[in-house]
């Protein structure tokens, strides 16, 4: 998408996909192409006026920035931007099957597809993040609404279709680039590392927490910390009060791996080069990050 100047008369807009906090995400398809005729994308609209209310300019302003300059397949793309008087346009890969978190509710609980599903998705949750933190991007708020699926079909020689739904990184307003620690208290509260709630320096082994407890609740069904008071999920996140409900489909493996990423220690907690070597993931993750169902 090179093009030096944007405005709304590029796209063709279509159906709306959703509402956020600040504005409005369309389906659109970009009219006159320079590479690739009618592309699709997603289109955020977001409101100024939302964004002056919340103070949230520099959020937004940091957030196009690092998203723009990451490019890898399970992170999601920002193409471009633009704004008029009113709103600010962001240009966005479109993720077809949406939240993935809507996706893994609908299938079966606890079955061994479900289990097979979530690997892959670690897998390329814990790619992604590797080359996030290459860059120095710290996500700081990897959660289930946070992350989307795509869909690509193929046709196969004999013409069939295959569905694959690859896991893409969204959102990135709570993001950070730096090389040096951070003491921001962000993200949501049952996926907060113990650093944050206690509001010391962090770095980038948050999200490797983050992983450990979207790991949990992707097997579970609900986060780890998981409680009707927030005070009470605070303190269960830092004594790491980690228990693991007998389920006959969760093998010995998976717990290990839950075990050594909720570490309260931050350096003592798996890398995500090692995830994706941990017995777990390598019996059956596809390491394109893909995932077929
Ligand atoms: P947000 O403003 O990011 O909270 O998004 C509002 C709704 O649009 C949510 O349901 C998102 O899942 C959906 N959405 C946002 N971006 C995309 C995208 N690139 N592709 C598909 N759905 C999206």
Redesign the pocket.
Known sequence: MAKEEWSIADFEIGKF???????K?YLAREKQVLFRSGYVV?L?VIFKAKLEKYRSHSHLRREIEIQHNLNHSNV?RLFAWFHDETRVFLV?????R??LYKVLKSLHHFSEKRTATVRNYVASLAGALAYCHGKHVIHRDIKP?NL?LDIEVHISLFNYLIVEGRLKI??FGWAVQSNSKRNTMCGTIDYLAPEMVEKKEHDHAVDNWTLGILCYEFLYGVPPFEAEDEYVTFRRIMKVDLKFPSEPHISAEAKDLISKLLVKDSSKRLSLHKILMHPWIVQNADPSGSCFE
């Open positions: 996909i959703g509402e956020g906090k600040f504005g995400v997603a955020k999601l966005l890969e479109y993720a077809a949406g939240e609404e989307l969204a959102d």
